[in-house]
């Protein structure tokens, strides 16, 4: 089915530990983006990208890093892993001239534990 | 940069009930305004959206919301709960630059039979 697959759905990781986080979109969407989801502070915009070879930074960068090497895909890097980075991880997607109008597609997460 | 306030980060009502669940906005420019739903252990799902034109909206599931510039608010109702519509909802606001999507702190809606 089309949509976005974010890979894995669980990990536990040591602090100081690195790891990336998979995101991919069947559906030519060029904007791109990841948020982190935290009790009581809902979504928090990580990065983003407008199209292949372009990201900026959200919200809360710090920590985090990514490249847009493809069109479908959008890897997170998490370079040293912290506790204070143990958090639901939601990629999201949209057409650029569509995003207003119909919102994004998001994946279903990637549930991490930093300990 | 625009933002978004939800107003009760749990709400409970009986089956049947009127939903009313809150959400008011900043934004420099007209926004664009999203519900999202979240069922557990699940990705967001967009409930209903406005972008321009009619002020009050429908969106899936029997919701609706009213954009009310005056207020800077974009409520949530529906008139009657379901069991079905115990989850998270999330406000979120766009100004339409770079598609920067800024979400709420969310709220949980509990039903009760």
């Known amino acids: 089915n089309a949509g976005v697959t974010q890979t894995p759905k669980f990990q536990v990781l040591k602090t100081g530990q690195s790891m990336t986080l998979q995101c991919a979109q069947d559906m030519n969407h060029e904007y791109m983006s990841w948020y982190r989801q935290d009790p009581g502070m809902g979504l928090r915009l990580i990065h983003y990208s407008v199209g292949a070879g372009i990201t900026d930074q959200g919200e809360v960068p710090n920590g985090y890093n990514v490249s847009r090497s493809t069109t479908e895909d959008f890897p997170l890097r998490l370079l040293s892993a912290a506790p204070s980075q143990t958090s639901v991880y939601f990629c999201?997607?949209?057409?650029?001239?569509?995003?207003?109008?119909?919102?994004?597609?998001f994946g279903s997460g990637t549930r991490l534990t930093v300990v | 940069a625009q933002s978004v306030t939800q107003l009760g980060s749990h709400v409970s009502v009986s089956e049947g009930a009127l939903v009313l669940l809150r959400c008011n906005y900043s934004?420099?420019?007209?926004?664009?305004l999203f519900w999202y739903v979240q069922y557990p252990n699940q990705g967001l799902q967009l409930l209903l959206k406005?972008?321009?034109?009619?002020?009050l909206v429908k969106g899936i599931n029997g919701f609706e919301a009213e954009f009310k510039k005056s207020e800077t608010s974009f409520h949530l109702t529906k008139p009657s709960a379901h069991m079905s519509d115990a989850a998270e909802y999330f406000c979120?606001?766009?100004?339409?630059?770079?598609?920067?999507?800024?979400f709420g702190a969310g709220t949980r809606l509990t039903v009760k039979p």
């Open positions: 934004s420099s420019v007209p926004p664009y």
């Open positions: 979120a606001v766009s100004e339409g630059n770079n598609n920067d999507m800024r």
């Open positions: 999201a997607s949209s057409y650029l001239r569509h995003s207003t109008l119909n919102g994004y597609t």
């Open positions: 406005y972008t321009t034109g009619a002020t």
